[in-house]
């Protein structure tokens, strides 16, 4: 079902996210606390872009059952 898919992004977004602060931490660590950034904000930008945009589009164009089988078989989404 689409909300199941939804959960997938949502947990998608937040491994995105964490991966970069896993690596910035480990090169923190690496480098003896120096305060540098190891990406710079136009990489973050893109990376963030390709990794969020792809997914979400999918997610907007995804269609699980045409509306009238929604009608016919009201317990298909009887747990959203």
Known sequence: MS?????????????????????????????????????NGFLIVGYTTLYTTLPILCLVLDEDVDMSKVHQYPALYKTL
């Open 3 to 39: 909300y199941k898919r939804s959960a997938k992004l949502s947990q998608f977004v937040v491994h995105r996210g964490m991966i970069i602060s896993m690596i910035q931490a480990i090169f923190t660590v690496v480098y003896f606390a120096v305060a540098i950034q190891i990406y």
